[in-house]
């Protein structure tokens, strides 16, 4: 079992910055990689960003170039965070995260809301 705790979000204006963090701690061993998916409002889940083990991260198209993510581990757990630059409207969404193990079913945090307006 891998526990996730979420942080960060908010209200941020339009070219603002935002930074959200994910704590996974439990069978941290047992993790592929991690990621961050966002619902925006009338829209289906998305993968914003990803890495794995090995370093690889996976984009997407309408954050690459704003978005970086980054893991950092101790030995208690695992945090994921993603620095968001040059934020944008549509960018507002709950953001997830995502813990993928390499065998079985993916772990989910709650979710936080990330709102871009002025």
């Known amino acids: ?39 925006g409002p009338g829209k289906q889940r998305e993968l914003v960003a990803a890495m794995a083990g090995d370093g690889n ?4 198209d309408s954050v690459k170039g704003r978005f970086t993510i980054t893991i950092s581990r101790d030995n ?25 193990p390499r065998i079985g079913s993916s772990y989910w945090g709650k979710g936080t809301l990330v709102t871009v307006s002025l």
Do not use: F
Request: glycine share 10%.
């Open 1 to 39: 079992q891998v526990q996730l705790v979420e942080s960060g979000g908010g209200l941020v204006q339009p070219g603002g910055s935002l930074r959200l963090s994910c704590a996974a701690s439990g069978d941290i061993d047992s993790l592929h990689s991690m990621g961050w998916y966002r619902e």
């Open 57 to 60: 991260t996976n984009y997407a």
């Open 76 to 100: 208690a757990q695992n945090t994921a965070t993603l620095q968001m630059n040059r934020l944008k409207p549509e960018d507002t969404a709950v953001y997830l995260c995502v813990a993928v």
